[in-house]
C-alpha cells in the first residue's frame, strides 16, 4: 500500500457490486493469466492477498510482454494515464488497483462511479472483436484481446 492511505473494507470480499459492474474475471485471475507484462503491482504484495500471488505470471524487474496472455503489449505508460487525468491520488496505479481495493470490499461511490463507467466504455472493443474476428480466433486482433482482459473481460471466450 502506498505510504500513508489506508482504507476501510466496507463489503464482503468479492460481493456487493455495484448491479451494472459484472467483471468476468477477479483480480487473482487475471494475474494468473498473464496482464500488463507482469510488472504491475509487483512492489505492493502485502496489500493483497497472497493466494493471488500463488500462480501470477509476474516480471519485478520489467514489463515483460511474453508474461501477457496473448503474448502482445497492450499497456500505455503510466505517464500517458497521468496525462489524460486517469489516476487519481487513492489509486495511483490506476484501475487494476482500484478494482483489487474494490474487490476486497473497498466503496468510494464516487470514483467506483467514475471507474466502473470507463470500464463500461471499454465494451466497445468487444463488439469489434465479434464483427471483425471468427470466433476464438486469438490470431484477431491479440492486442485488443490482451487489452479486454486487462479491464477483466474475459476475451478468451470471443
Known sequence: MQKGYSYELTAPTGKKFY???????????????GVFGGK?????????????YTKAKLS??????????????????????QKKGW???????????????????RRMPEEDQRQIKRWKAIRRHIAQLKKACHPRDYSCRPRQRQALLHWAYDSRKL
Open 40 to 52: 504491475y503491482m509487483t512492489d505492493c504484495k502485502k496489500e493483497f492477498p497472497k493466494d493471488w
Open 87 to 105: 489516476i487519481h491520488d487513492e489509486d495511483p496505479r490506476g484501475w487494476f488497483q482500484w478494482y483489487c481495493r474494490y474487490y476486497l470490499g
Open 60 to 81: 519485478p524487474e520489467f514489463r515483460d510482454k511474453s508474461i501477457n496472455y496473448f503474448k502482445v503489449d497492450a499497456s500505455q505508460p503510466l505517464s500517458v494515464w
Open 19 to 33: 448491479p451494472e459492474f459484472k467483471p468476468q474475471l477477479t483480480p487473482k485471475q487475471m494475474l494468473e493469466l
